[in-house]
């Protein structure tokens, strides 16, 4: 059986002296394990289109145990990714994400394209890559069933004034009276929780779009990770040298 998808490469393995396994992230089917046979060869016609974080339109045969790839067009290549340790740092990271969540159907599609988005962006330099890693967390749990309770204070309903507090197990909120109550110090600034709210709840397009002043960020950041690993329940190896990089 033939499949011809577009795909984005997450994971390469090597298999002996010119063989890859990859894994490949596609709108369709989700993620993919596959065999490029001869792939690292300079002159094979897979080696642009079979390279870590390329964007390709692969063709593959269904075998025993894995698809084959027959061949693999190159649609986009995140070059600025490669420009510093801390771009491909992150880049791993969000890939890692995605393999633990690795979702199917129409969440593939739509995590599929919060990645892209996501490697764009750092590439291109165009963002701080803490609001990126921040946004990713949250916007690929959110998309993947975990979408945390943001409407209002899950303690007296109150929507906005003052500081909130964001249970990172529950997913709740709580305004800082009913925080105190529970003995929990608020730890989202009015900015932060407009910006979670943003993130989790609109057009998957425009999650990136908004600005933040470092104090509110580093709060947002802070509870992003944390939400993040408590819906993954596992801890992820890159994440500990993403810390040493992107402090």
Excluded: W
Excluded at 17 to 24: A, F, G, K, Y
Aim: with cysteine; proline share 4%.
């Amino acid at each position: 059986m033939q499949i011809v998808t577009p795909g984005l490469v997450l994971r390469e393995v090597k298999v002996g002296e010119s063989d890859r396994i990859l894994t490949i992230f596609t709108p369709g089917q989700g993620m993919i394990t596959a065999s490029a046979k001869g792939s690292l060869r300079l002159k094979s016609r897979l080696f642009s289109g079979c390279g870590l974080f390329c964007y390709s339109e692969f063709t593959l045969f269904a075998g025993r145990t894995m698809y084959q790839v027959d061949d693999a067009q190159v649609k986009r290549v995140f070059h600025g990714l490669s420009a510093g340790i801390e771009p491909m740092a992150l880049a791993m990271y969000l890939a890692e994400i995605a393999q633990s969540l690795s979702p199917t159907g129409r969440e593939a599609e739509t995590g599929l394209r919060l990645l892209l988005n996501s490697l764009y962006l750092i590439s291109e330099g165009q963002k701080d890559l803490r609001q990126i890693k921040a946004v990713y967390e949250l916007r690929a749990v959110s998309e993947a069933g975990y979408l945390p309770q943001l409407l209002c204070c899950a303690g007296c309903n109150r929507y906005d004034g003052g500081d909130f507090y964001f249970d990172t197990d529950s997913g709740a909120l709580l305004c800082a009276d009913c925080a105190q109550k529970q003995d929990k110090r608020p730890n989202l600034d009015p900015a932060a929780l407009v910006a979670l709210r943003h993130i989790c709840l609109v057009d998957d397009r425009k999650a990136f779009s908004f600005t933040l002043a470092p104090a509110s960020l580093q709060r947002l950041c802070a509870v992003a990770e944390q939400y993040m690993m408590r819906c993954l329940d596992k801890p992820l190896k890159s994440m500990e040298f993403l810390k040493q990089v992107l402090p």
